[in-house]
């Protein structure tokens, strides 16, 4: 996977040199190529923003060096399949969940732009659109000062499921919200050596080695888990993919 980042500030994407996507870039997994917005700006205060139409507060990020941006990144003529897809992180977009992490994930091409100040532009992602798949996405219900953050967590979700980043790649089966058994469900509580910490025993199940037991008991503290913090989350469970001894949790 390739990933470009646009950013007037790049130095944010220092993290993504190390753990878990430093080694992935290290072996050749992800390829992440950052780039300064002001690098396409031409006067020499290397401005990037203006007043908004309209009047408002804040300030609106001009479309030309975006515009530049994204000719230099993608200057087009991929096939459909090896095609960018531009990622806008902004609290209007839509809402980045665990699914939408996996659709990534199977992209060879992710381009994120990071805005600042009240935005970049709408012309900009309207022009993108004729020549690449956009995505407006959130992270959450609440407004960061850009999005440079919010690429650092889409970056981090997508890039663990990327195949060969993670050591083991079951371990995203369990993950919460992941797609199949543990769809919409918060991962229970997880447990390691000692079997007992300051007088707290492991449960007797998962040392027990009954796997289905163990199955069984996970997924019973994933409903738990899930009916205490995201009662939401049980709303939508589609009841046909509840057994018998789900609905007695
Ligand atoms: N909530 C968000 O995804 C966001 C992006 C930029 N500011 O907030």
């Known amino acids: 996977m390739r990933i470009d980042i646009v950013s007037i500030f790049p130095d944010y994407f220092a993290p993504l040199d190390i753990s878990?996507?430093?080694k992935a870039r290290r072996r050749g997994l992800i390829e992440v190529h950052v780039h300064d917005l002001?690098?396409?700006?031409?006067?020499?205060?290397?401005?990037?923003?203006?007043?908004?139409?309209?009047g408002g507060p804040g300030m609106v990020m001009k479309p030309d060096p975006w515009g530049e941006a994204l000719d230099a990144i993608a200057p087009g003529g991929q096939s459909a399949d090896a095609a960018p897809r531009l990622i806008v992180p902004t609290p209007s977009g839509r809402p980045f969940t665990q699914a939408m992490a996996v659709e990534l994930a199977a992209e060879p091409w992710l381009i994120f732009a990071?805005?600042?100040?009240?935005?970049?532009?709408?012309?900009?992602?309207?022009e993108a659109r004729t020549r690449m798949r956009v995505d407006e996405v959130s992270i959450g219900d609440y407004v960061l000062a850009g999005g440079e953050v919010a690429v650092l967590v889409i970056v981090e979700a997508v890039g663990r499921l990327v195949p060969g980043v993670l050591g083991n790649a079951d371990s995203v089966a369990?993950?919460?919200?992941a797609p199949g058994s543990m769809e919409n469900l918060l991962e229970g509580p997880v447990y390691t050596k000692p079997p007992v910490?300051?007088?707290?025993?492991?449960?007797?199940?998962?040392?027990s080695g009954h796997h289905a037991a163990i199955a069984r008991w996970r997924r019973d503290q994933a409903l738990r888990r899930t009916a205490a913090n995201r009662p939401d989350l049980i709303a939508a469970l589609d009841p046909a993919r509840l057994d018998e001894r789900d609905r007695q949790v």
Do not use: K, M, N
């Open 114 to 126: 990071c805005g600042r100040y009240e935005g970049i532009d709408s012309r900009v992602v309207e």
């Open 174 to 177: 369990d993950d919460s919200f």
């Open 38 to 54: 002001r690098q396409w700006t031409h006067d020499r205060h290397r401005t990037v923003d203006d007043t908004p139409y309209g």
């Open 197 to 207: 910490w300051r007088g707290r025993a492991v449960p007797e199940v998962l040392l």
């Open 20 to 22: 878990l996507l430093g």
